[in-house]
């Protein structure tokens, strides 16, 4: 182990299932674990190798949970919060803020600036379909030759069409006076269709919908 101490630590919990060493016993250096399970049957070993880092190590992470739900009509911003480290902060070390997409249903890189991702309204889109996209990106955080990297989950919700007759749901036309409706107002907030597709059907009485043309139907 390098250390009287930590093996002393180490040797007490070697029966244990997990074992656990104080980063003040541990010394810097490269240390192989082996880890042996046995049961009545058979015996399994697996070993692990840990080096300890005469610095200090980065920690990424992301402000929210690993998965977060978004609208594509507001702009999204990923934010890595304050960095934390293992051991002792060299002021004079640089620390660098790398993000990349891992998937998604179209590449949206947004505009990274250290800490922070941004997306501009209208980049994170639904799916062609309509339905929930979901895009992963990936967060690295280095210090000179060491580096941790986490994920997260963007999920961008479909929102529902906007249907909009202009002048509202009544309306007075005089006998003399052209009609004309206009629906050009309605919106396809996550624009997964276009050109949207319009159609109009019209009746004499709130319970009989004919298609518009059929006048004989109406008599």
Same mark, same amino acid.
């Given at each position: 182990?390098? +250390?009287?101490?930590?093996?002393?630590?180490?040797?007490? =919990? =070697?029966?244990?299932?997990?074992?656990? %060493? @104080?980063?003040?016993?541990? @010394? !810097?250096? $490269?240390?192989?674990?082996?880890?042996?399970?046995?049961?009545?049957?058979?015996?399994? *070993?697996?070993?692990?190798?840990?080096?300890?880092?005469?610095?200090?190590?980065?920690?990424?992470? %992301?402000?929210?949970?690993?998965? =977060?739900?978004?609208?594509?009509?507001? !702009?999204?911003?990923?934010?890595?919060?304050?960095?934390?480290?293992?051991?002792?902060?060299?002021?004079?070390?640089?620390?660098?803020?790398?993000? @990349?997409?891992? $998937?998604?249903?179209?590449?949206?890189? &947004?505009?990274?600036?250290?800490?922070?991702?941004?997306?501009? *309204? &209208?980049?994170?889109?639904?799916?062609? +379909?309509?339905?929930?996209?979901?895009?992963?990106?990936?967060?690295?955080?280095?210090? *000179?030759?060491? /580096?941790? /990297?986490?994920?997260? +989950?963007?999920?961008?919700? !479909?929102?529902?069409?906007?249907?909009?007759?202009?002048?509202?749901?009544?309306?007075?036309?005089?006998?003399?006076?052209?009609?004309?409706?206009?629906?050009?107002? @309605?919106l396809d907030r996550d624009?997964? $269709? %276009?050109?949207? *597709?319009? $159609?109009?059907?019209?009746?004499?009485?709130?319970?009989?919908?004919?298609?518009?043309?059929?006048?004989?139907?109406?008599?």
């Amino acid at each position: 182990m390098g +250390d009287d101490q930590a093996l002393k630590v180490f040797c007490e =919990q =070697q029966n244990s299932a997990k074992v656990v %060493i @104080s980063a003040t016993l541990l @010394s !810097p250096g $490269s240390y192989t674990f082996v880890l042996q399970v046995n049961n009545s049957i058979e015996t399994s *070993a697996v070993s692990v190798v840990v080096l300890k880092s005469h610095t200090y190590i980065p920690v990424a992470s %992301i402000d929210g949970t690993q998965s =977060q739900k978004t609208i594509s009509t507001i !702009p999204y911003v990923l934010t890595s919060s304050a960095v934390s480290f293992c051991g002792d902060v060299n002021s004079s070390s640089t620390v660098e803020f790398k993000w @990349s997409q891992v $998937s998604g249903p179209s590449v949206v890189s &947004g505009t990274a600036t250290g800490r922070y991702l941004r997306f501009n *309204a &209208g980049e994170l889109r639904p799916k062609s +379909d309509g339905s929930t996209a979901k895009y992963t990106y990936m967060l690295t955080v280095s210090v *000179a030759e060491f /580096s941790s /990297s986490t994920y997260v +989950d963007i999920i961008v919700e !479909p929102q529902s069409l906007i249907t909009t007759i202009v002048g509202g749901s009544e309306r007075i036309v005089s006998r003399l006076s052209n009609l004309t409706l206009d629906g050009s107002k @309605s919106l396809d907030r996550d624009n997964v $269709s %276009i050109p949207e *597709a319009y $159609s109009w059907t019209c009746s004499l009485s709130s319970d009989k919908f004919v298609p518009c043309g059929l006048e004989s139907n109406w008599n």
